[in-house]
């Protein structure tokens, strides 16, 4: 019988008990020293009636402040994320599709065009790696290429590394720019480098989570991100993590779970300097997301595929509380 009610009825059947016996006690103790001050009937009974709404009071405001035991629900509070407003993302990565091909060429120092290999590129985790392969062939100018075979794709090419160094946040607006030039091409990976691009100066940390089957192609995508913010690839800055599949919750929510005590505990990182990225994903990654940042205060973020693209929706969980019905 029991089964059907919840816990915390009893709980605040409990509560009421030990708060009628504080009443009781407190009534005969502050009665005695009224009868012995006052004499007038009405007097004595204005006086008892203050202290019980004054103990009434206190009771109903303590329930208000320990509602939270009882019950809640969840609204979004959204707003558009402003630059630099986060030191470490989360990005569920999937591998772009067969008709879009990445490839990176540079300008040597007698200015002449070449093409970079799997093999210049594979092994390439700090931005020291970068400058070696610079010194080692003679790279002035490093760019990126993105086409979708199937379309008339028009100016694909974006500078991403330049042996003049470059102003950072220049660099930065040209690329999101460029982001924005190649919509038409549907590249997968635009999104998370949009949001990494606009977080280039507070970013310290990326966590890349990936799929067994994509996970080997992650390093073009590293490749990118030291070429584009020069200070990543330091002090493990972008780890990628491995997973069987998206679709599985449990392991995703684990992992979600795993990263996150490591930001805390490792990095010192506080929840609202986190972002967990959505945009595209399946949709247990959707709700693994929500989940996060339910627990956490971490806000999610999407990238519009409708509207404006560049603009970045950030989205907080606000929790509600209220008594049971």
């Excluded at 709980?11 to 012995?36: H, Q």
């Excluded at 493990?236 to 599985?248: C, W």
């Excluded at 929500?290 to 956490?296: E, M, P, R, Y």
Aim: charged content about 25%; overall charge neutral.
């Amino acid at each position: 019988m029991f089964k059907k009610f919840n816990k915390d009825y009893f709980i605040l059947a409990g509560l009421l008990s030990v708060w009628l016996i504080l009443i009781g006690i407190a009534g005969n103790y502050f009665t005695d020293i009224i009868d012995n001050y006052f004499k007038n009937t009405l007097s004595i009974l204005l006086i008892k009636l203050f202290i019980m709404s004054v103990l009434l009071l206190l009771f109903i405001s303590f329930l208000y402040i320990k509602k939270k035991r009882f019950k809640f629900y969840a609204l979004s509070n959204e707003a558009l994320m402003e630059n630099d407003s986060f030191k470490a993302v989360i990005l569920p990565i999937s591998i772009p599709s067969k008709i879009i091909i990445i490839n990176f060429s540079y300008i040597d120092n007698n200015n002449e065009e070449r093409y970079l290999k799997d093999e210049d590129i594979k092994n390439i985790n700090l931005l020291g790696d970068v400058l070696d392969l610079v010194k080692q062939k003679n790279i002035k100018e490093i760019y990126l290429d993105v086409r979708n075979s199937e379309k008339d794709n028009g100016n694909t090419k974006c500078l991403i590394f330049s042996k003049n160094n470059e102003d950072e946040v220049e660099k930065n607006k040209r690329f999101i720019n460029w982001l924005k030039e190649i919509r038409q091409i549907k590249w997968n990976w635009a999104v998370q480098l949009l949001i990494i691009a606009k977080n280039s100066k507070s970013l310290e940390h990326i966590r890349l989570i990936c799929t067994e089957n994509n996970i080997d192609k992650i390093y073009i995508l590293k490749f990118i991100i030291i070429c584009l913010l020069n200070k990543f690839g330091e002090n493990e800055g972008i780890i990628a993590h491995k997973i069987k599949s998206f679709e599985n919750f449990t392991i995703l929510s684990e992992l979600v779970e795993k990263i996150e005590e490591d930001f805390e505990n490792r990095y010192n990182f506080k929840d609202k300097e986190i972002a967990f990225d959505i945009t595209g994903g399946t949709k247990p990654v959707s709700v693994i997301g929500t989940f996060f940042t339910l627990k956490s205060r971490t806000p999610i973020l999407y990238v519009s595929q409708e509207d404006e693209f560049g603009k970045i929706l950030q989205i907080n969980a606000i929790i509600n509380i209220e008594p049971p019905e």
